[in-house]
């Protein structure tokens, strides 16, 4: 048995939404990305990971429909990639500020 993320009720692990306020009990968020024109047909697809071990985990998918590389970052991690892609103008860290990313906290 588990808890409903919105109204507290306990329901089996098995249901995608609560029997008690209709509550969507996501495990996962996925979208997918179309890939720049030159690489056409390929796509980016992101998953975030909403359970007990929260990640996010990109894979690059092939025009056949394939994953051929896939990724999963710790949500620190993906926090500092979501800064990298905000706002461009934003100026370059400092390597110190760089090498303070690399260490495990």
């Known amino acids: 048995m588990r808890v409903c993320t919105e109204c507290g009720g306990e329901l089996a692990t098995v249901f995608r939404f609560c029997p008690w306020c209709a509550a969507p009990q996501r495990s996962k968020l996925v979208e997918f990305f179309r890939g720049h024109p030159r690489d056409r047909g390929r796509a980016l697809r992101v998953s975030r990971y ?13 025009p056949g429909g394939v994953a051929e590389a896939a990724v999963s970052l710790e949500e620190d991690e993906a926090e500092r990639l ?23 906290r």
């Not at 909403?50 to 092939?62: A, I, K, Y």
């Not at 905000?86 to 260490?103: C, M, N, Q």
């Open 50 to 62: 909403l359970t007990e071990d929260p990640h996010v985990r990109f894979s690059v998918w092939s």
């Open 82 to 104: 979501a800064r990298f892609l905000a706002d461009p103008r934003v100026g370059r860290p400092t390597a110190l500020r760089r090498l303070r990313a690399l260490i495990p």
